[in-house]
Structures are given as structure tokens and as C-alpha cells.
């Protein structure tokens, strides 16, 4: 496995452009199955998640196609599905994957999906988006590892079409508001989604979805309503979609540079998305200067720590809060930490305590005291969160620290190490065979 090794104790200099968020990207890849034209998506980040992601949309018979002079522009045709069916062995790296079975029941009328498998941090069961599903009309079984949906068949001998459905979750999902949002788009009549999740990459999914002909409303909010319609059309040209920017990855290259110290701008991203952590930063004493698609962000001396609760959006994120547990360990002060959505996400406290933090857990409440000084050390990546805060507490730890199992930060950071290179970090991508 590929580690990455990183000599801390560098200031950060320069500009990072910030590329387009998975939490969009794999959504809306799943969305096109819903149309049997072409539709082209710009800005598509390039992540081992994506790569996953069109894989399972190629077994299935969906065509993709990169633009030669950009990478990040995918065109895909799902004009030909001949499998509507992802099998364990695409699945069981990837949560999302469990999105295909929303477009898939209501283009097709039946879907058969592998239970997902992806990072270890705690239960994200299905059962809402079953539940919704059924609430629609779906004949649903899970046996044998795999959810089997199907919709009745009607007198024609044909699949019926999904019936639209009030739908309230019994907690805020934002997977399953996409996989119901989306299977909402093609059936007879109003389906009204309660509980919805308001996160900015369910207003990208609707939107995408508007473009392509479908009737929402309410995205961004707790109630979302949508009119079925029978088809969607494709989108091409200066139509096409732009996937909106990673606040993630912009949220984690703000903790780098608040933690290592430096003066960085980030481009092609967008402030609004990250008010929660922008605050708490400031309130951390990191310097922000924000402009319409930019964000310059300085470090200057050591932090001051800062407490927070991870909740929905538009509360703090919970893939922020190991990034932020980095910068406390070097804050002057003593921060408390909630986690609040998944249960075992402190994974990554036992490799931050071997750089040498000063971390308790008890339940779902890390106590974290901030030392002056971390020292390098061999670490080991839990998930694709963690495997960022270990980078970003090497960058600040003092000698050498090494990465282990960094294909969980492939999975959701567009070529990470370059960024940091390019602004100063000494951080190299060993290779397994090396």
C-alpha cells in the first residue's frame, strides 16, 4: 500500500485550487442512469471513489467519456443499460454505491443492490431508504447480502412506474434523501420528502436534476417536494452541469494552514458552504479573508483551542471534526469535542496520541489538551477523515511521520499530496512497490 511521508515543521505559501466535491460527484453520476441521453458533468474531481463509481456504472452498460483537453469534464450515456444490478465486488469499498438503486427502480422498476460496505465509523444503515422506497410502491426484500427491488407489473405485463409518497425519515440521511430524491423524479405523481437533509450537495443533486427536467422544490430546506414527471433529458454543452466545490477539502486545507502556520488562498471555492467552520476557526484565532470564489486563509502563531458539536448541516460537520481534533492538538488551551452522528468516529485519536497529542475519550466526547510540539511517528489511516488529520498533524509534527493506508485519502482528495506540495510541504507519496 502506497504511504505517504511528510517532514514536518514547514509554513504554508502560495494557492490551492479546490476541486469539485465527492459528496456531488457520486450522486450525481448515479443521476444519470435516470435519462437515456448523454449527460455531460464538469468539474468532476479525480478520486478512487469516482473511479469506483463509473466502473459500477460501466458493468451495468453506462458509456463514459472524459473530455480530452480536460479530465475533470465526464460525459456519460446510460442509453444502454443492460444490468441494472451492482454487485458486491464494485460495492463493498464504497458507501455510495447504495445510490444507484433509487435511479435504477424508478428508470427500470427494478434494482438489485449489494449491501455497501466503505469506511469503519459506525452504522449508516439503509433501512430509510428502504423505507421510503416501499412507501413508494416498491416490492423490497434483502437476502443473501443484496437488496432486491422491483415494482409491481402492471396488467400490460410491464413494470408500473414508482408512486409518489409523503415520506418522512426517521433521521436525517443525506444518502438516503438523494436516493429517494431521485427515484422521486420519475414517479406518477407528488412525493414530498420530510426530514430531508439541507446539505449543500442535495441543492447540487437538485439542481442537476432540474436541468435535466425534473419539477423540485424546497431543496435546502427540511421539505423538499418534487412532481414526478415521466423522463429526463440529457444536458450537454452550456447546458451541463457543474459539480459544485469540495468544502471539505477546502475546510482541510484551512485547518493545514491554521495548524503548520502560512499564507494561502484557495481558489474555485465557496465560503457559504462552510460558515460553521469558518466561524469556529476564527473563533480559533486563524486569519480569513473571503472573496466570491476565493478564501485566503493565514496562520499565525499557534491556535487557540476551540470546542464544537458535530450535527447536520448547517451545525458542524462531522467529516471536519478529526481535521479540527489535529489543529487542537497543537492549540493553546483545552478543547471538548461531541460527536454526535456516527458513534465510532474517534478512530483516529490512538494514531494522533503516537505524534504525541493529548487526547481522553469517553463515549462520544473527546477532551483534547493542545501540547506545543507533536513528533513524527509511523501512523496508520482508520478512514478517509482521519487519513486527513494525520496528514495535517505531520506537517506541524517535528522529524518524520509516515501515513499508512493512505487509499482511504484517495478515495476523497483529488491528488492531496501535490497540493501541499505545491505550497511548501515536504510530503512525498511513497510507493508500495518502492
Not at 297 to 307: I, L, S
Not at 312 to 335: C, I, K
Not at 426 to 434: G, H, N, P
Request: glycine fraction near 10%.
Amino acid at each position: 500500500m502506497d504511504k505517504l511521508l511528510i517532514r514536518g515543521g514547514r509554513r504554508l505559501q502560495g494557492e490551492v485550487t479546490i476541486s469539485g466535491a465527492k459528496n456531488a460527484a457520486l450522486p450525481d453520476l448515479c443521476a444519470t442512469l435516470l435519462s437515456a441521453e448523454p449527460v455531460t458533468l464538469h468539474n468532476v474531481p479525480r478520486l478512487k471513489d469516482v473511479g469506483t463509481t463509473l466502473k459500477l456504472l460501466g458493468n451495468m452498460g453506462v458509456v463514459h467519456e472524459a473530455d480530452a483537453a480536460d479530465a475533470s469534464t465526464i460525459t456519460l450515456d446510460a442509453g444502454q443499460v443492460h444490468t441494472p444490478e451492482a454487485p458486491y465486488e464494485l460495492v463493498k469499498t464504497m458507501r455510495a454505491s447504495i445510490l444507484v438503486l433509487g435511479p435504477l427502480l424508478a428508470r427500470f422498476g427494478k434494482a438489485r443492490v449489494s449491501l455497501p460496505g466503505g469506511c469503519a465509523i459506525g452504522s449508516r444503515p439503509v433501512d430509510q431508504h428502504i423505507k421510503g422506497l416501499q412507501a413508494m410502491g416498491a416490492q423490497i426484500t434483502v437476502a443473501h447480502g443484496y437488496i432486491e427491488a422491483s415494482t409491481p407489473l402492471g396488467a400490460d405485463g410491464q413494470r408500473t412506474r414508482l408512486k409518489g409518497a409523503r415520506i418522512t425519515t426517521d433521521m436525517v440521511t443525506v444518502t438516503g434523501t438523494e436516493n429517494l430524491l431521485m427515484a422521486a423524479t420519475l414517479a406518477e405523481g407528488e412525493t414530498v420528502l420530510e426530514n430531508a437533509a439541507q446539505e449543500p450537495e442535495i441543492v447540487d443533486l437538485a439542481n442537476l436534476l432540474i436541468a435535466m427536467g425534473a419539477q423540485i422544490e424546497g431543496q435546502g430546506t427540511h421539505r423538499i417536494r418534487i412532481q414526478g414527471v415521466h423522463s429526463l433529458h440529457g444536458l450537454s454543452g452550456a447546458q451541463a452541469h457543474h459539480i459544485i466545490p469540495d468544502r471539505i477539502e477546502t475546510g482541510t486545507f484551512l485547518c493545514a494552514v491554521g495548524a503548520a502556520g502560512g499564507d494561502v488562498t484557495l481558489r474555485r471555492t465557496d465560503a457559504d458552504q462552510l460558515e460553521a467552520v469558518i466561524d469556529k476557526l476564527r473563533e480559533a484565532g486563524v486569519v480569513l479573508e473571503i472573496g466570491p470564489d476565493w478564501i485566503r486563509v493565514q496562520g499565525k502563531g499557534r491556535p487557540k483551542a476551540v470546542g464544537f458539536r458535530t450535527k447536520e448541516h448547517p451545525g458542524f460537520p462531522t467529516d471536519m471534526q478529526a481535521q479540527f481534533m489535529a489543529l487542537n492538538s497543537v492549540a493553546e488551551g483545552t478543547a471538548v469535542i461531541q460527536e454526535n452522528i456516527f458513534e465510532n468516529r474517534f478512530m483516529h485519536v490512538n494514531e494522533l496520541i503516537r505524534l504525541g497529542a493529548k487526547v481522553n475519550v469517553d463515549g462520544h466526547t473527546a477532551v483534547v489538551t493542545g501540547v506545543p510540539q507533536l513528533s513524527g511517528a509511523i501512523v496508520m489511516a482508520t478512514d478517509l477523515r482521519a487519513s486527513a488529520s494525520l496528514v495535517i498533524a505531520g506537517l506541524v509534527a517535528e522529524g518524520e511521520t509516515v501515513v499508512d493506508r493512505i487509499y482511504h485519502l484517495d478515495r476523497g482528495y483529488d491528488r492531496m499530496e501535490e497540493k501541499l506540495r505545491a505550497i511548501g510541504a515536504d510530503i512525498t507519496r511513497v510507493k508500495e512497490s518502492a
